[in-house]
């Protein structure tokens, strides 16, 4: 991948809200570089992480509606059959929204096979005591733009 086109989609990446549906249907906002929301901390136990993840579009290559529904719902499984808990959440960038989940307390190594298994170039992810980043999984991005920032990180 050109490092134009890897700046240009880590710049959309960090422009994205990511909205979690909290219990009781509000939701709050994640924003790429700021701090846990609020609204989020009662979901989170002491020292607990949370990561939204999406199982869509893999690579940034965009499919077809049916098959990002079908990529969605085995993550779902995956999720479920590890009993992890989860929220529904959604990716929103102008008219552009991707379906995914947001995960707590999911170790990181688990976090990194799962997103590699949907063929994800990134994932965000914080905690209660972190900052909201960008955990990003394409090697070819290893770029001298990306470093030294702190709101993105490697797996």
Known sequence: MEAVEAANLVALYRATRYHVRLPGGPRCTLHIGRSCPQ???P???RGETFAVISACNPHSRELPV??????TRAL???VAAQHYRWRPAV???GGWREPGLCV???PMQRLDALARAFDQNAIVVGGRERRVRLRLYRPDWHLPDFSGTDDLEWA
């Open 43 to 45: 979901l989170l136990r």
């Open 39 to 41: 609204r989020l901390a």
């Open 104 to 106: 707590f307390d999911v």
């Open 76 to 78: 779902v499984e995956r």
């Open 91 to 93: 990716g929103v960038l």
């Open 66 to 71: 049916a098959q990002n529904r079908c990529r």
